[in-house]
Nanobody, 119 residues
Framework: QVQLVESGGGLVQPGGSLRLSCAASGFTFSMYVMSWYRQGPGKERELVASITSVSGSTNYADPVKGRFTISRDNAKNTVYLQMNSLKPEDTAVYIC????????????WGQGTQVTVSS
């Protein structure tokens, strides 16, 4: 049974930091591109950051570049999102995604964890 379980969300003041974790099970984690998406109130889901399966190359959305860092630990089947200098506009549900395109496309989603940035 495939599971992606996010944790680490919460309420933080502007300028603060949070570290999100996504623990994966039920599939070969090391073969998947792992990503964090977010969906703010009244907004569409957007890609925040992704990290490839082999080289560990990373990609970030422009609004979070320089503030967020995605990383993965294949031994622990876990992907992380370190979020620094948080802003109120970062408020959203943060959702973990696992994607593999070959040989057959496989796409898994977590339930999400709420991040609220407010004073």
């Amino acid at each position: 049974q495939v599971q992606l379980v996010e944790s680490g969300g919460g309420l933080v003041q502007p300028g603060g930091s949070l570290r999100l974790s996504c623990a994966a099970s039920g599939f070969t984690f090391s073969m998947y591109v792992m990503s964090w998406y977010r969906q703010g109130p009244g907004k569409e889901r957007e890609l925040v950051a992704s990290i490839t399966s082999v080289s560990g190359s990373t990609n970030y959305a422009d609004p979070v570049k320089g503030r967020f860092t995605i990383s993965r630990d294949n031994a622990k089947n876990t992907v992380y999102l370190q979020m620094n200098s948080l802003k109120p506009e970062d408020t959203a549900v943060y959702i973990c995604n696992a994607l593999r395109r070959r040989p057959i496309r496989s796409d898994y989603w977590g339930q999400g964890t709420q991040v609220t940035v407010s004073s």
